[in-house]
Structures are given as C-alpha cells and as structure tokens.
C-alpha cells in the first residue's frame, strides 16, 4: 500500500520523492500536516541531504510518518527498562490487560508470551533472549493475536446435534435479485456471491412462475424484473451451496406454478441436486423432533407446501391466501407489495385462494411445512416441529410485542420465518435484533442491500465458523422458558455487565467516497449496542479535526448490558459535518460472545462489508460483572 502511495506521488517517476511530491503524499495518505512539520520530518529523513527521498530515506520517512506514541507509552509503561519486554512482563501484559483465555496462571501465560514472541519479533538476537521489542510489540498488537474478534470463533465451536430450531439461519430474502424489487435484474450470480452463499448463507429463496417452453422461471412476480431459469438456479446451487459451509441449505418456494411446471420443479431439483436433496424423513428421528445440522451435513431441504397425509398420491387443491389478520403465506408475499402500480397486479387483498399442488413437489418437501401461523393459542401437544410460518416484519414484530414469550416458546419447537414488508420495494431491509431476540430462525434480509442491517447480520454470523448456523442461547431453546425480551429476569437470560470501552485512536482511515481529491476528513467513532430493548444504546465520540491518518480521541464510553448471550456491538467511523448529516466512513460489527478484552485493533470495513486496508481503530476493552 506504502509503495502504491509513492509511486502515485513521485510525479516524474525518477525514482525519488521531492518535497512537493511529499505533500501530495501526504494529501494521498490522508493526512493534513502542516508544511512546517512535514519539512522537519522531510530533513530528518534526507540523511544523504540531496533533497530527494529514496530508497532507505523513504522507509525512515514512512517509519516517521507511522509513528505511534499510544503504542510506545503502552510499550514503555510496561518494560522495566524502556527497551524491551521480558518473558514475564508480556505474560503479565497477556494476563491482567489482555485477559488471555487460559492465563490466569502465569506458567500458562509465560507459554503462550514465548509463542506470540516467536511469531511476531523479528529480531533473531531477542528471540533468542525471549525478549520482545517495540516493533515486535507493535506487530502483536496489530496482528490478528491482537485483534478484538476471538479466533477461536472461527472454528465451528457450537454444539451442532441439537434440532434445527435451536439455530439462528443465515438467511436471504428473494435471493435472485441483484438491486430493488420491482425493475432490477434477477440473476444466478446473486446465490454465488458475497450476497449469498459465499457470505454462509443458508437460506435462500427461489421465486419460482411460469415459463415459456415448459420450463419455470424465477423472478419477482407482476414486477419487471428480469427472469431467469430455475434449473439454472437449482444448478448453481449444486455447485456452490457447500463450498464455505457444509451444513444443510434451505430452498424456500415460493411457489406460484402450474401443477404441470411444478413437476418440472420437482424434477429439476432431483436430477440435478441428486443425493443431495433430502426426500425422506431421516431414519430412527422421532416424528416429534427436527433433525440437527450435523445430521444433515451436505443436504438440501425444500421449504414449500405439503398435501395432506404422509405420502399423497394425487394433487389436490390445498389453501395458500391469507386471511383478514394480514397472515400471509410464501406464495402470497406479491400481496403484500405496496406500490400501487403492483398492488393492481395481484390478488385481492383478504380473499382465500387455492392453489393445486403437484405430488411431485410436495413429495420434496421434508422437515419444512409451510402453513399458516394458527396462533399462541394452540395447545403446544398438537404442534408439529415440522410446520414453519411465515411472517412479515410487520405482523412478526405484532406478535413479539403482544406477547414475547409466547413466541420464544414457539421458536424453541417449530421454525419461523420473518421477511421484510411489501413496502420495501428498494430492497431496504429491518432490523433483524428485534426477531432474533424472540429466537426466530429464519430472519432473511436483502443481501443486495448493504447497511447497517445487514453488517448486524454479517456481525452475528461471522462466529461459530461463519457456517451460517448459530447455537441459540439456553433460554431461548428451552421449551418452558420464561423468557420475556421486552423485561428480562433474572436467571433467565439477564446477567448484566458493564462494558467499558476507551476508544484511543484510529489508523489511516479511509476518505469519504466520491468526496473532493484534497479533502481530508474529521473522524468521530460512534459505538453501538444492539440487543434487547432495555440494551439498545449508542455513544460517540467528539470529533478530530482534519485529521484521518491517526487521529486520537483517548475517550472512555460505557454501556450497561443486561442479556449480553444475544447482544452485537456496532462501531462506525464518520465524517463530521455541520451542515449535513455525517458522512459514513467504516464499520465493523461483532457479537458480544466474539469480543477479547484488553488493547485491541478493528480491522474496519466498508459499507458493503469488505476489509478497507489498512484502516484500523484502537481501543481497549474492559467487562465486569455487575453484582
């Protein structure tokens, strides 16, 4: 990245950097220095005094340039000599700063002193002293060893033999659309890419119609959106859905064919996904019980209408409208699309349909029912764990607020599917905190659509492997809990803790998009708090004039976190402005369970949630128990 830089400043690429093209440099990297402190850098590092930089002077200037004095006072405050750091003064660091997992006691300590040693001081004298120097350190602490996401959490570290409705899903709402839902273009790519199953999704929904030839189509139905074919689909879902994670994927129907192109359906997704696909209830499995993802590594299941009774043998008609409620099921979600010019297009809003539906394809569908949600007020013995309701956001978020209990009882035994309101028309997405606070499974977001919705989701499942799969909490899998979201007890799900977070300082942040070649931008951090409603918070600091290169802010912010087993934290880096709203710069979210204590980095990310290098936060992070 430094050489990139330099190659852009050095103007008459002879190989050497005057003072102007410093400037530019400096302008570049993102940092306003005054032209009097950037020529005393410039002299400092001209040890040839040829008033040119090359070659070693451009790497003492660089060297110069990323200096960092919160690094060398924590360094120095922890060496006895202001030199180095012994064995034992980087397991004391390791232990009571950084609250190394497994340190409590120091021979611990000192082992795992002796292997970041080894990994990240280059001197070969100190190592062989197991000692580390600053520039060790400093490679440590800016290394992932020193990163506030635990590693750990990208093993598969969750118990994964339990039913599915004790997961969080990754999970993706009309899947096949590249932008908005009434004119963008449909496409296969959009099950490959970062938008799908690249990011671990393992939910993904097929919108299938009607096509010419016989042959199904996937679009946005009375939309001019563009189709595309479902075997073409059900083909790029066979070659990708298990490249990132290897437990089970769900197709979610949306099915709106002919019984004769149903068929095709059915027959498209057993040629093609052959063994693949699961057609049979698994051996031995109580009917009672849904099966765990690690009984259903590598399998595809189909989420659709069933017909009546275990195996039918002919079609008949089975209902598939919503009633005067606003219950709605999968394959009337283009009844509930607001804008009038689609409204007109569409069923009658409140009358009950049928719909014939083919053997063949019920024939898939096994482990996911799809019918309408009956209510709370069903005895739980006449429940089936095989049924899956749908709801929108509007109706799902109803229902949590009537009575939130009742529907984390719900979520321990059957799964739910939540998706976004009609009216989202842009592809905008909701808050998915709220459906996950009440254990609901199946939270599918528009991953063609970035923002803070989606770096939440991206956030949550980035732990237990990014596999797309999340082991609920306790009390959202127990089927008797007492677990209320809106007013938490305690000894069911709340345990407070105070997070004390110093936000220190920032490393070469990135510019705002699209903004003038000159401007340098005036950072503030912003923390965030998503969880229960009691946790929801947000803090910032003040702003750093003109200054993205390594501003400093030294700020202390701390949050009460009363069910921190669900909570996600949020930080975002903006650009202050007076005038108008703040400018977004970076982010980066992580599940409270992933955070590490002590003096960490923030690798941050951009809107859409690739890694902006070599932008990073520093901050030191600090839990406690509140008695």
């Known amino acids: 990245w430094i050489y990139d830089c330099f190659k852009k400043a050095d103007k008459n690429k002879d190989g050497r950097m005057t003072f102007k093209e410093v400037k530019n440099l400096l302008k570049m990297m993102n940092i ?16 040839s005094r040829s008033g040119t930089l090359e070659g070693i002077e451009f790497v003492v200037f660089y060297k110069l340039l990323t200096q960092r004095d919160e690094l060398q006072a924590l360094f120095s405050s922890l060496s006895g000599d202001g030199s180095v750091l012994s064995r034992g003064e980087l397991a004391a660091f390791l232990r009571d700063f950084q609250r190394e997992e497994g340190c409590e006691e120091l021979r611990f300590a000192e082992e795992l002193a002796s292997s970041i040693t080894e990994r990240h001081e280059l001197s070969n004298i100190a190592r062989s002293l197991s000692v580390m120097t600053l520039d060790g350190f400093v490679r440590y602490l800016t290394s992932p060893d020193g990163s506030l996401w635990d590693q750990r959490h990208d093993s598969i570290g969750h118990d994964m033999t339990r039913p599915l409705s004790h997961y969080f899903i990754s999970s993706s709402h009309n899947t096949y659309l590249m932008e908005d839902q009434l004119r963008g273009p449909s496409s296969t790519e959009a099950y490959i890419s970062s938008r799908a199953f690249r990011k671990g999704c393992r939910c993904v929904e097929l919108d299938c119609w009607d096509g010419q030839n016989g042959e199904p189509v996937i679009y946005h139905g009375h939309t001019l959106t563009s189709k595309i074919l479902f075997s073409d689909v059900i083909r790029t879902i066979e070659k990708y859905a298990f490249q990132v994670s290897d437990y089970p994927v769900i197709l979610s129907i949306e099915n709106h064919c002919s019984v004769a192109q149903q068929a095709v359906l059915a027959r498209h997704m057993q040629s093609i996904l052959g063994d693949k696909l699961l057609t049979a209830p698994l051996a031995g499995l109580p009917s009672s019980q849904l099966p765990s993802p690690e009984q259903l590594r590598g399998k595809v299941l189909v989420k659709g209408k069933r017909l009546p009774g275990p195996w039918p043998r002919e079609a008949v008609p089975v209902a598939n409208g919503h009633d005067e409620s606003g219950e709605v099921s999968d394959e009337d979600e283009a ?14 809003r409140g009358k009950k ?41 509007t109706k799902a978020r109803k229902l949590l607020r009537e009575d939130g209990n009742e529907f984390v009882r719900h979520n321990t035994l059957q799964l739910s599917r939540v998706y976004p309101a009609g009216r989202r028309t842009d592809s905008s997405n909701y808050n998915p905190q709220e459906f996950w606070n009440v254990g609901c499974q199946i939270v599918a977001l528009n991953f063609q659509t970035a923002g803070d919705e989606m770096d939440l989701h991206d956030g949550h499942f980035r732990q237990n492997g990014g596999c797309g799969y999340v082991l609920k909490p306790a009390f959202l899998c127990d089927p008797t809990t007492a677990f209320q979201p809106e007013n938490p007890q305690p000894g069911i799900g709340l345990h407070t803790v105070r997070l004390t977070i110093k936000v220190i300082s920032g490393q070469q942040l990135p510019k705002v998009p699209h903004s003038n070649k000159g401007s340098i931008i005036d950072p503030l951090v912003r923390v965030e708090v998503h969880g229960v409603p009691l946790d929801n918070a947000r803090y910032e600091t003040k702003y750093i004039d003109n200054n993205g290169f390594n501003p400093q802010w030294n700020e202390i912010l701390s949050f009460n976190i009363n069910v921190p087993e669900v909570a996600l934290l ?17 982010q980066y979210s992580i599940a409270f369970s992933s955070l590490r204590q002590g ?3 923030i690798p941050l990310l951009s809107r859409d949630g690739t890694r902006v290098e070599p932008s990073s936060l520093f901050i030191h992070v600090k839990i406690a128990n509140v008695t």
């Open 32 to 47: 306003d220095m005054n032209e009097h402190h950037a020529q005393h850098l410039f002299e400092m590092a001209d040890m």
């Open 353 to 393: 349909c049928k719909q014939n539906l083919s053997m063949e394809l019920s024939n898939c569908v096994v482990y996911c029912r799809s019918v309408q949600f009956p209510g709370f007020s069903r005895p739980r013995d006449q429940a089936s764990a095989w049924d899956i309701s749908s709801f929108t956001e």
């Open 570 to 586: 949020r930080f975002v880096v903006e650009d202050h402005d007076t005038a108008t709203p703040n400018d977004f710069v970076a």
């Open 599 to 601: 003096y960490r980095h």
């Open 335 to 348: 009844a509930e699309m607001e804008d009038e010019s689609v409204r007109n297009c569409v069923r009658q």
